[in-house]
């Protein structure tokens, strides 16, 4: 494939994979704002980042299972109302070094910074459905339409050289509340290429993999997306399942992700002073759920404390209130007093009191996903 064409990135960036590439900021990035800046947000890719030029010839394609299939150019969806939602997109395979460091798995490896926190500007994919008449849809539509399909214009070599996609139900789909967007704006700016210029979905509450970027088709379909990333990845296995006896028809493509958080003021391993040491990261859960709760423990998960929680600087954060953004992260910090070498734990609870798994071993899987085990950083006390 031809990678002569990628743009430029910032230097702070971690490279875990050149091409296609995959970088991430380092963790001190990720809290240092509660939206994360463009330059520092996490970087996925399959193939080569595609060049559309002609913005004015771009267009969507909305066809399948509907009477009047539709071709809508940018100039039609800026007109649409432009709804701006601050959503954390988090791969699936953030914090997959820490889980292959215990029993090997296969994919890309990551610390704990892919994710970030973005204000995504755009039309909601629910307004565009009803331009082809489907609307509010919580069953099947008249001409058996189940599943909204999304398809890239880049080119992967899992697909064989075809492009990216991947599907969400069609109740999520046509669900104003639901958020999804077709975005053009990140952070206030057109979204540049890395992020899917001119137009990507965001599927908030939902792993990375199914916010398709550079979106090319829409397709209403009756079953769930049949390509590579919906079917033979992004799934989540038992630990018994191996490469030899995995059957990937067994399970469902993971949509909503789990409950997460990781300590970001501190490398592993890092070296502090006895004494005061700031604990900050990040905490998020799928499906619109809140974080109800962090804890930190600096005796490797014996005793705990609560920390402060805020998405905006300085003010409290309140788990689903009106006032917190949905799908977004929350950060949190607490001060804690080290004396000596040990390791510093956090975790954090969700709104639905879901908690994050002690140990990776319990959660392994071969594909690496979805490690939300409870995060341990050590650290050395010198003087
Ligand atoms: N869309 C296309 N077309 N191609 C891709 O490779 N990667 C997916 C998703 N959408 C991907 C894609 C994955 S796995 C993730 S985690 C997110 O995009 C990453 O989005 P970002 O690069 O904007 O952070
Ligand atoms: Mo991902």
């Not at 900021?25 to 330059?39: E, G, N, Q, W």
């Not at 939602?85 to 890309?108: D, E, F, I, P, W």
């Not at 992700?257 to 604990?279: H, M, N, R, T």
């Amino acid at each position: 494939s031809d990678y002569s064409q990628e743009p430029p990135r910032h230097p702070f960036l971690k490279i875990n994979s050149k091409q296609p590439f995959n970088a991430e900021p380092p963790r001190s990035a990720l809290v240092s704002s509660y939206v994360t800046p463009v330059d520092f947000f996490y970087k996925r890719n399959h193939g080569p980042i595609p060049v559309v030029d002609d913005i004015e010839r771009y267009s969507v394609s909305i066809s399948g299972l509907i009477d009047n299939p539709i071709e809508l150019f940018m100039k039609d969806i800026w007109k649409l109302p432009k709804y701006v939602v601050t959503a954390t997109l988090q791969c699936a395979g953030n914090r997959r070094t820490a889980m292959s460091n215990v029993k090997k798995v296969r994919g890309v490896g990551w610390d704990v910074s892919a994710i970030g926190n973005a204000v995504w500007g755009g039309a909601k994919l629910a307004d565009v459905l009803e331009l082809v008449g489907i609307s509010n849809f919580t069953g099947t539509t008249n001409s058996g339409g189940k599943h909204v399909e999304f398809i890239s214009i880049d080119k992967c070599k899992e697909e064989n050289g075809g492009p990216y996609k991947a599907s969400i139900p069609l109740s999520q789909a046509t669900n104003p509340e639901a958020d999804v967007l077709l975005a053009y704006d990140m952070n206030g700016e057109p979204l540049n290429r890395d992020h899917g210029y001119p137009l990507r979905v965001v599927v908030p509450g939902v792993i990375g993999a199914r916010s398709v970027k550079w979106l090319d088709s829409i397709n209403i379909i009756a079953e769930e997306c049949q390509g590579f990333f919906m079917q033979k990845d992004y799934k989540m296995f038992a630990p018994s399942v191996n490469w030899d006896n995995i059957n990937w028809s067994t399970r469902k493509p993971q949509m909503d992700f789990p409950v997460q958080c990781a300590i970001c003021s501190l490398e592993d391993v890092a070296a502090v002073k006895p004494g005061k040491v700031k604990v900050s990261g990040y905490a998020a859960s799928g499906g619109g759920r809140g974080i109800e709760r962090i804890d930190v423990s600096v005796d490797g998960g014996k005793t705990w404390v609560e920390t402060f929680r805020h998405q905006k600087t300085g003010v409290p954060y309140i788990a689903d209130d009106m006032s917190s953004d949905k799908w977004a992260w929350v950060l949190f910090e607490v001060i804690v007093d080290v004396s000596r070498s040990t390791e510093i734990v956090a975790k954090a609870v969700d709104s639905a009191a879901n908690v994050q798994p002690e140990n990776v071993l319990e959660i392994w899987n071969l594909r690496g996903i979805l490690n939300t085990s409870w995060h341990r950083v050590k650290v050395q006390v010198g003087h």
